[in-house]
């Protein structure tokens, strides 16, 4: 795991966004373990309590912070108060919004795509530059965005959604390149869909579906070894691929009949 230089004499300090959630739990839960100090950020302070207590069974230390990302200078405030408490040796933005058209619209409503825009792209990395700035001052760290596979596909029924996921990768593979050379790691993972409360809710089919503890293990894994970029599982990364080769008037096609029927 990344880590500054001082984290082999102290506690190591992990910021987990989107704790209250499936995989933003799964994740505090794999790395919850003695020595190991979890800031755990969310939206709901019940399942971040429930996730917080998980974690100090298993012997870590947890803090948790109710968290609006639509308040972008208050989360940007909240990071600089956490580092300055304590340098943060790994820091995973899990948190995210996923939505689509109404089924009787046209185009998206413009307040979801500013609220997408916001909570999946911009706020995050806002969040993750102001941290990368301090981790580079200090030599070292650790950065993960979690994004989407739908980042790679124009999407005409989640556009707000598949956009702001697409700018999250843009700028973490930006900022990877940018900091890598003081010592700072960013990985982007673009996961396809995973077995959450949310994703269930959403109408069409969800082929490959994944466990949040199984994604949030890979995760971890890739962090490790500061590895930049994960999509998976891996039939998502050759869909990819195939999406770069089609024709645009075939892909455009395609992408259409996949709307979902509600």
């Not at 300055?84 to 409503?109: H, M, Y």
Request: proline fraction near 5%; aromatic fraction near 4%.
């Amino acid at each position: 795991m990344p880590a500054s230089r001082s984290s082999q004499t102290r506690q190591v300090r992990i910021l987990v966004t989107g704790a209250s959630g499936e995989l933003g739990g799964a994740l505090a839960r794999h790395y919850a373990r003695a020595g190991a100090t979890l800031l755990l950020w969310g939206r709901d302070q019940g399942r971040l309590a429930a996730v917080a207590d998980d974690c100090r069974r298993a012997g870590a230390q947890a803090h948790i912070r109710s968290l609006d990302l639509t308040d972008g200078a208050a989360a940007i405030a909240a990071v600089v108060a956490e580092d300055a408490a304590g340098p943060i040796d790994l820091a995973l933005f899990a948190s995210g919004l996923g939505d689509i058209r109404a089924a009787d619209a046209l185009v998206e409503d413009a307040a979801q795509v500013l609220r997408l825009g916001l909570v999946n792209f911009v706020v995050p990395s806002a969040m993750a530059a102001t941290l990368a700035d301090r981790m580079a001052r200090r030599g070292g760290g650790g950065i993960v965005l979690v994004g989407s596979a739908a980042a790679y596909h124009d999407l005409p029924f989640a556009t707000a959604y598949a956009a702001s996921k697409a700018g999250l990768s843009r700028f973490a593979q930006a900022l990877r390149i940018g900091v890598a050379a003081h010592g700072v790691r960013v990985t982007l993972v673009s996961p396809g869909f995973i077995d959450t409360a949310a994703g269930r809710k959403v109408a069409g089919p969800k082929p490959f579906m994944m466990k949040p503890s199984d994604v949030a293990r890979q995760i971890a894994r890739v962090a490790a070894r500061g590895r930049p970029h994960l999509v998976l599982p891996w039939p998502f990364a050759l869909i990819r691929l195939t999406d770069r080769l089609l024709p645009r008037r075939l892909r455009d096609r395609l992408l259409l009949a996949l709307t979902p029927k509600r």
